[in-house]
């Protein structure tokens, strides 16, 4: 568990340096997602909070990102659209400890993280 911490602080660390070195093939290369272990009123709450700053319509049923139709994966689009229109700043993917920045891009199907 002690390690956790380390490896976070590299993740952030490793996207800091493509925003800061304004790499055109790196400064996309960080998404925010819901962290596995968040419980479903914190998915909750983080879905309402990044939907109430940034437009979500992509989440709305017949749009890319509806499916599949879970609180995480719903949770995780929003909160990537509220990191990525933040500026892609590690403290716009704390919610509250929930969030996770991630190098491996999470776009599925026609759903693409920005």
Do not use: H
């Amino acid at each position: 568990m002690a390690r956790f911490p380390f490896l976070l602080a590299m993740c952030f660390a490793l996207c800091a340096s493509f925003v800061i070195g304004n790499d055109q093939a790196g400064s996309s290369s960080c998404w925010c997602v819901a962290k596995p272990s968040s419980d479903q009123a914190t998915l909750l709450a983080n879905l309402n909070y990044a939907c109430s700053k940034v437009d979500c319509q992509i989440l709305q049923k017949g749009c890319p990102c509806f499916y599949p139709e879970t609180l995480i994966n719903r949770a995780s689009v929003a909160m990537n659209l509220y990191y990525q229109s933040r500026g892609r700043n590690a403290w716009s993917c704390d919610f509250r400890g929930s969030g996770l920045v991630v190098l491996t891009n999470p776009s599925y199907g026609n759903c693409i993280y920005a």
